[in-house]
Antibody, heavy 125, light 108 residues
Framework: QVQLVQSGAEVKKPGASVKVSCKAS????????ISWVRQAPGQGLEWMGW????????NYAQKLQGRVTMTTDTSTSTAYMELRSLRSDDTAVYYC??????????????????WGQGTTVTVSS | DIQMTQSPSSLSASVGDRVTITCRAS??????LNWYQQKPGKAPKLLIY???SLQSGVPSRFSGSGSGTDFTLTISSLQPEDFATYYC??????????FGQGTKLEIK
């Protein structure tokens, strides 16, 4: 079945970096984009960005530009999200999700249909 | 930045009720609007995409409508498993696919 499996929980100190992985299975990885969404404790959802698994094109949320990098490894059908210069307000559950929008149509139009289980990132001194 | 405002923020209803949640965009977003359901400790689930298209596998009691700036999610007859938090999300703006703040649907 189609699924996304994320890496395990992380605890980081302020100023450090974290890299979360998201391994896809059950579908052709390069046919869909991957979006990343995070949720701080008790808060709502925040879209972080999107990457095309076909050609590596990215769109990042403006507030995270310069701190976030999204990549893919098509040989292992895995997407990665790296966040640098971590702060306490980066503490959140981080989700990857498949964007089911076909290529040639604006990313996100058809929504995110398959989600990873979430990775808890805690930033604390 | 496109702001998404949902109303109400919370809602109490009974099984069998018809429920409507509203999402308003700060500028026109055409039909670039998706709806998600999230239960505690779980990942969100896509319900409606492109404003009014029902995602495969989602019960037909869920429906979406609207275009431009005003959108609605309607649940025609609430079931016990529908009590959750609902989010709208716009994808019109390339640099920020903003979510609404969420609507918590609770049992009356």
């Amino acid at each position: 079945q189609v699924q996304l499996v994320q890496s395990g929980a992380e605890v980081k100190k302020p100023g450090a970096s974290v890299k979360v992985s998201c391994k896809a299975s059950g579908y052709t990885f390069t046919s869909y984009g991957i979006s990343w969404v995070r949720q701080a404790p008790g808060q709502g959802l925040e879209w972080m960005g999107w990457i095309s698994a076909y050609n590596g094109n990215t769109n990042y949320a403006q507030k995270l530009q310069g701190r976030v990098t999204m990549t893919t490894d098509t040989s292992t059908s895995t997407a990665y999200m790296e966040l640098r210069s971590l702060r306490s307000d980066d503490t959140a559950v981080y989700y990857c999700a498949r964007d089911q929008t076909p290529s040639g149509i604006a990313a996100g139009y058809y929504g995110m249909d398959v989600w990873g289980q979430g990775t808890t990132v805690t930033v604390s001194s | 930045d496109i702001q998404m405002t949902q109303s109400p923020s919370s809602l109490s209803a009974s099984v069998g009720d018809r429920v409507t949640i509203t999402c308003r965009a700060s500028q026109s977003i055409s039909s670039y609007l998706n709806w998600y359901q999230q239960k505690p400790g779980k990942a969100p689930k896509l319900l409606i995409y492109a404003a009014s298209s029902l995602q495969s596998g989602v019960p037909s009691r869920f429906s979406g409508s609207g275009s431009g700036t005003d959108f609605t999610l309607t649940i025609s007859s609430l079931q016990p498993e529908d009590f959750a938090t609902y989010y709208c999300q716009q994808s019109y703006s390339t640099l920020r696919h903003t979510f609404g703040q969420g609507t918590k649907l609770e049992i009356k």
